[in-house]
């Protein structure tokens, strides 16, 4: 892991890609909101409509099966935006939690074109051409939604990021091209991760900093990869890599990874304690001291 963000990260992650790998689950009616707000990480039912927050679905042990951007769309609409390889089972297990609730949980993601943007073209699509726009903070328009993600890069050094959900029907915002790995190295960057298959129930909420980026919401209620290393205990794994993209220079890669604060004194090594070893950076935002 390098030790310095590009100067030119600005120039680097600029344009939109597609995000075929993301997926949408819809839940309408009436008790959509207090369907989901029983389910998830997330206060659903004193989100205003026409917002948007990162939450979770964990299993009965804390563990997190799923997690999404969630869009409170309409009193009855909440849409959840999440990695597709663990839409279909995320779907069925919610179902089976529905019972006598006036909702209906569907894939929706052939209604949708997701589309990640980044530097000014997140700006522009997001109406803050004046400066950056807070994390997830919703413009909707003409029936299309952007929603501000949490920014890419550390210090003066972090570039505005913006999800659109465009119908089906529509065009796509009009901008320069992004390379998908720019893209993914940006989501590194941003040390915010959505779940995806390899990391099924591998993680509570916390030890992704889910607390800090205003995924979980300890006020609302109850609510149901590769390994590292360290020389201070070289047989036990000490923390997993999360997400990982090659930086665009060439130098290597930059990962996001959770392990405990112990091993971090004594450093972290890929694959064995005499494996490559890691270089840490500072996270993008700071972590609450009191949960």
């Not at 700006?123 to 909707?140: E, F, M, R």
């Not at 915010?192 to 889910?210: D, G, H, K, R, S």
């Not at 990982?244 to 290597?252: F, K, Q, S």
Request: hydrophobic share 45%; glycine share 8%.
């Amino acid at each position: 892991m390098s030790t310095t963000v590009p100067a030119e990260l600005a120039t680097l992650l600029e344009g939109g890609c597609a995000l075929p790998q993301l997926g949408v689950i819809q839940a309408q009616g009436e008790d959509a909101a207090q369907f989901l707000h029983n389910q998830l990480t997330q206060d659903v039912l004193l989100l205003p409509v026409g917002q948007s927050r990162l939450a979770a679905f964990c299993s009965a042990k804390g563990r997190m099966q799923a997690s999404f951007v969630l869009l409170k769309a309409a009193p009855e609409t909440v849409l959840l935006v999440m990695p597709v390889d663990l839409l279909a089972q995320t779907l069925k297990r919610l179902s089976m939690f529905v019972l006598r609730a006036k909702v209906r949980l569907s894939d929706a993601s052939a209604h949708w074109q997701l589309q990640g943007l980044a530097g000014a073209a997140a700006l522009t699509v997001l109406g803050g051409a004046s400066g950056q726009v807070p994390a997830w903070q919703t413009l909707a328009q003409d029936g299309s939604w952007a929603i501000a993600l949490p920014p890419a890069g550390l210090g003066e050094q972090r570039v505005q990021r913006a999800l659109c959900l465009v119908p089906a029907d529509r065009a796509l915002p009009v901008t320069s091209p992004l390379d998908a790995s720019l893209w993914a190295w940006g989501e590194v960057l941003s040390a915010v991760p959505l779940i995806t298959a390899p990391l099924f129930e591998a993680f509570v909420p916390q030890m992704l900093n889910y607390e800090s980026v205003g995924g979980v919401n300890f006020k609302k209620g109850c609510y149901p990869g590769q390994e590292l290393f360290s020389p201070a205990d070289p047989e036990q794994a000490c923390a997993t890599v999360v997400q990982c993209a090659p930086r665009p220079d060439g130098n290597g890669h930059d990962v996001l990874a959770s392990g405990t604060l112990e091993s971090m004194a004594s450093g972290w090594h890929a694959n064995s304690a005499q494996g490559p070893g890691l270089t840490l950076l500072p996270l993008p935002y700071p972590l609450l001291e009191d949960i």
